[in-house]
């Protein structure tokens, strides 16, 4: 709850019209683009880090809880105020404050829109690689908080790989910068350790990042396999030929049926997956690499191979592609999505198993990911009006990472641990691992009040169900 | 330093060495972590040396997966050995440390060492997937894993890449790992800063640049055959043996310091060394390295010409009392209370390289 007294206080720091706190006006910030919502007590929009500085100033005196929000895109529960509280809405620090093109290093706000960046850099030869498939809305805030990956991340790198440095608010209220233009630091590396930490041990304020040369040759392929089985194998042949393509993407028949129908991209929809395939540079080295992927994919049973020939046949290749999701509520009107990887050698096995839970429980599942990295993304498809098929659909779900944890891999890619992964955390990591994190969370945010909930296993909320389909009694162990 | 003569532990596995630890720690005895000894100069004087504890025995690949691409090793592996290991599979670490060879996994973790492969393929922060640490109360922690994108719980790796063996000893570490190129090129040219410049600026960018202050260019071109054919008929310049890289990965002057400057400001910030000093430098990444023949003023005096560029200067090495004189790391970050913090959480009584790192 947030005292009377404090939202006065919060008035004064923001102005009125920055305080959101109607009954109504609360449930629009009720949720992520994950399943789970909880309403928060105040929306604080502020336009500065001073007044950012000044909301969490007031919140740890309070010990009111504060979750930073961007777009509300996040997959994984990290802007959902699970234990009421403010939510600290950045979206109005939306400014590029510099891009220099010589420098090729551009500092943003945390609102600005991913592809916004892009755009203006383009201007100057330059574009912002991280591109995950929210980037027409999600922010580079929110994308540095959750360590966003995106298709292009398989050959550039996610998130962390391109922030420089960042301007953070810490729990006391603090504003600290933490790296910056130049190469290496002295200390620890404090920007490290913020990025990807979900908004638990610090608001970002400013971030500044590296933008890379557009590439003066694109090219891109769509290829159909007869199954998934056929074009993973297809995958692991392509990066064991030693390329590394900037992007390698599947998509199962059940996804490519809701795309065709939704943007008639032609992808060919008898096909049991379709690989889209992207490789940059000059135009000699994409012409080369292109012939050698397109040999090793009909060597794998790829057929119906088709080069995007202008930028618009590209960019309608694409918009299939991260317009995905939207294109499956033509089968159901909702999903639930998890982003475990596996080593790329444990496709196969994994997406069986990923099937077969599906078949269990009677859920569609749309597959739609990122092949190369190794990066699942089940869809499952369902329809939350029907109130008995959460339950069920959250048990599809934790079987499927089950399956990704016994396979060797990890909880999630890029959409974070937030609130709907924590429970799972001592699949991939002891007690001791999870006590060293919590000595960083200490470190940051004593009191805790920075998006409380997260990552961490909650032990009052509820257990987890496990079916235990999958079988398998695994340690997770890496080493 | 206090002058005794230190305990030498060399155990024989991750958890030995974080017993070993353990103990040191339970009798508040200080503990400096050795790996290849190649970076020994790095810091401050000791405050303390009550035990060195090599990692050399940790000295195995624990898993490569060459479909998967990732390799998991221990950390006293040494960096040829591992690549020896993955040569067999057509992969490779690209990582090409000043001071070699000699240097093992762990070490260059927690020195953060780097050359000239890093403009292509950036430093070990970027593709190291998994660490795990031994912490003084004896504990072995794990962060990140054995697949190539991870966003699960925080980044350790971050946290310990870089820290100089201030918050734990790393005992293991995984990667991932690129192929071999199927076409690697070296050519070389006597243009100094205007070839370095001009190479850098061409659509294909080399995988590594280095400038040295005799004005001599080494450009190295990885990739598909008909780009770097094509950028290395643009460019002209006379066709070197790859031997010459590894002659350059051997530099390492007795006295030694690292310039780290935002790349732009490179140019400027070597310029005004000392006349005739010998320097290399990758351009392209905004880092020189500085054999310091001058005295310790004249390094007071470029450091606070690179700091005020926003850039740091780091002995890598020198003789005890130039570097008192000189200090090792220069100006404290500014949020070195942060850093209290967290060298407290982990190491609260100070045994693990006390007095050398910055916390």
């Known amino acids: ?479 | 330093m206090v002058v005794t003569t230190p305990a030498i532990e060399k155990p024989a596995s991750p958890e030995e060495l974080a017993q070993r630890l353990k103990d040191a720690a339970g009798q508040k005895l200080a503990v400096v972590p050795v790996g290849g000894g190649r970076a020994s100069g790095m810091g401050e004087a000791l405050e303390r040396c009550d035990v060195l504890l090599h990692t050399t025995r940790l000295d195995r690949v624990i898993e490569h997966s060459q479909a998967d691409m990732v390799v998991s090793v221990e950390a006293g592996i040494t960096l040829e050995a591992l690549q020896q290991e993955l040569a067999k599979a057509g992969q490779f670490l690209p990582l090409d440390p000043f001071n070699s060879p000699g240097h093992t996994i762990g070490g260059l973790l927690a020195t953060g060492w780097t050359g000239p492969l890093r403009l292509r393929y950036g430093s070990p922060r970027d593709f190291l997937i998994g660490i795990r640490v031994a912490l003084p109360d004896g504990k072995l922690a794990t962060g990140g894993g054995r697949v190539v994108k991870n966003v699960s719980g925080y980044d350790m790796m971050k946290l310990h890449y870089g820290a100089l063996g201030s918050l734990g000893v790393i005992v293991a570490a995984s990667f991932k790992v690129f192929p071999i190129p199927m076409h690697d090129i070296t050519v070389t040219s006597a243009g100094g800063w205007n070839a370095a410049t001009h190479a850098l600026s061409a659509p294909v960018a080399p995988s590594a640049l280095e400038l040295d202050s005799k004005g001599r260019v080494l450009a190295r071109y990885t990739g598909s055959r008909d780009a770097v054919s094509r950028v290395i008929d643009e460019l002209g310049w006379k066709a070197a043996d790859r031997s010459v890289w590894d002659d350059h990965a051997r530099s390492a002057p007795a006295t030694w310091a690292r310039i780290a400057v935002p790349r732009e400001e490179l140019r400027r910030a070597v310029q005004a060394l000392p006349s005739g000093a010998e320097w290399w430098a990758s351009p392209g990444v905004g880092v020189a390295h500085w054999a310091v023949e001058s005295g310790p003023p004249s390094v007071i005096d470029m450091r606070s010409r690179v700091e005020a560029a926003g850039g740091t200067l780091v002995m890598l090495d020198a003789p005890d009392d130039f570097m008192r004189e000189v200090g090792a790391w220069g100006k404290p970050p500014s949020t070195l209370g942060i850093q209290h913090r967290l060298k407290q959480a982990f190491d609260p009584d100070r045994v693990l390289n006390p007095g050398r790192f910055v916390v």
């Open chain 1, 1 to 479: 709850m947030v005292p009377d007294s404090v939202r006065a206080e919060l008035r004064s720091i923001v102005g009125s019209q920055a305080v959101i706190d109607a009954p109504n006006d609360l449930r629009i910030f009720e949720r992520d683009g994950s399943i789970e919502g909880a309403v928060p007590d105040a929306v604080v929009l502020p336009s500065s880090t001073e007044q950012v500085a000044g909301v969490v100033k007031v919140a740890a005196r309070n010990r009111i809880p504060v979750v930073p929000r961007g777009a509300g895109t996040g997959l994984s529960g990290g802007a959902v105020t699970i234990r009421g509280g403010i939510a600290l809405q950045l979206t109005r620090m939306r400014r590029i404050l510099e891009i220099d093109p010589v420098a090729q290093i551009a500092t943003v706000e945390p609102g600005v829109v991913n592809q916004e960046l892009s755009l203006v850099a383009a201007q100057h030869g330059l574009f912002y690689a991280p591109d995950p498939s929210s980037q027409k809305a999600c922010t580079i805030g929110g994308n540095a908080a959750e360590n966003s990956g995106g298709p292009h991340c398989l050959y550039y790198g996610v998130t962390t790989n391109h922030v420089l440095g960042m301007e953070v608010v810490l729990a006391d209220g603090s504003v600290h910068w933490v790296s910056g233009d130049a190469p290496d630091r002295v200390g620890l590396d404090l920007c490290g350790v913020l990025v990807g930490s979900e908004g638990t041990l610090c608001a970002i304020t400013k971030i500044k990042v590296r933008l890379l040369r557009i590439p003066p040759s694109i090219a891109t392929m769509l290829a159909a396999f007869p199954s998934i089985e056929t074009a993973s194998q297809a995958v692991s042949a392509v990066i064991g030929h030693g390329i590394v393509p900037a992007a390698l993407e599947m998509m199962d028949r059940v996804t490519v049926g809701a795309v065709e129908a939704h943007y008639h991209a032609g992808y060919p929809t008898d096909a049991g997956a379709v690989l889209l395939v992207e490789v940059d540079g000059i135009a000699e080295s994409t012409r080369e690499l292109m012939g050698s992927i397109g040999r090793i994919l009909s060597e794998n049973q790829g057929y119906a191979m088709r080069e995007a020939q202008t930028p618009a046949e590209r960019e309608l290749l694409w918009a299939g592609r991260k317009g995905a999701i939207g294109a499956l509520g033509r089968i159901k009107p909702n999903y639930y999505l998890h982003d475990g990887v596996v080593p790329r050698s444990r496709l196969p096995q994994v997406l069986s198993a990923v099937g077969e839970i599906g078949v269990h429980y009677k859920l569609p599942v749309a597959n739609v990911f990122h092949a190369g990295d190794g990066n699942l993304h089940p869809n499952i498809l369902f329809d939350l009006r029907d109130k008995e098929v959460l339950p069920q659909v959250e048990a599809a779900g934790e079987e499927m990472l089950r399956a990704v944890v016994e396979l060797g891999g990890a909880l999630s890619g890029e959409h974070g641990i937030g609130l709907e992964k924590s429970a799972f955390m001592p699949w991939t990591y002891t007690e001791d691992d999870l006590d060293a994190m919590h000595r960083v969370k200490d470190v940051f945010d004593a009191g805790g009040t920075l998006n409380p909930g997260k990552i961490f296993p909650d032990p009052t909320r509820k257990a987890v169900h496990l079916a235990g389909r999958t079988g398998l009694a695994v340690e997770a162990k890496w080493w």
